[in-house]
């Protein structure tokens, strides 16, 4: 059993920047890859952006460059780092722990947090 806890959203205008953390406790934390993804309303949930356990990372084109993901197994942590946002970046942010297989498709995922609402007002 793994829970997942997202913090860190919130409103900001166009260009501002926001991090989220996601905290994960349950099961050792270092053994798991994990994922970021996002759902807007009346779109289906999407790929944002993973990280291995050995912190190799993967982003959804249409946050790289923008988006940085990382993590911290000390303290059992995975964060989003969101830079020059855009109105197009707001949904509710998840994230999760991945299976295996590819990380773009969130059928490889298990566990998910409950998610953090991003809104980016334009």
């Known amino acids: 059993q793994v829970q997942l806890v997202e913090s860190g959203g919130g409103l900001v205008h166009t260009g501002g920047s926001l991090r989220l953390s996601c905290a994960a406790s349950g099961r050792t934390f270092s053994n798991n890859d994990m994922g970021w993804f996002r759902q807007a309303p009346g779109k289906e949930r999407e790929f944002v952006a993973g990280i291995t356990r050995t912190s190799m990372t993967y982003y959804a084109e249409s946050v790289k460059g923008r988006f940085t993901i990382s993590r911290d197994n000390a303290v059992n942590t995975v964060y989003l780092q969101m830079n020059s946002l855009k109105p197009e970046d707001t949904a509710v942010y998840y994230c999760?722990?991945?299976?295996?297989?590819?990380?773009?498709?969130?059928?490889?995922?298990?566990?998910w947090g409950q998610g953090t609402q991003v809104t980016v007002s334009s």
């Open positions: 999760a722990t991945h299976l295996g297989g590819t990380v773009y498709s969130s059928y490889n995922y298990d566990y």
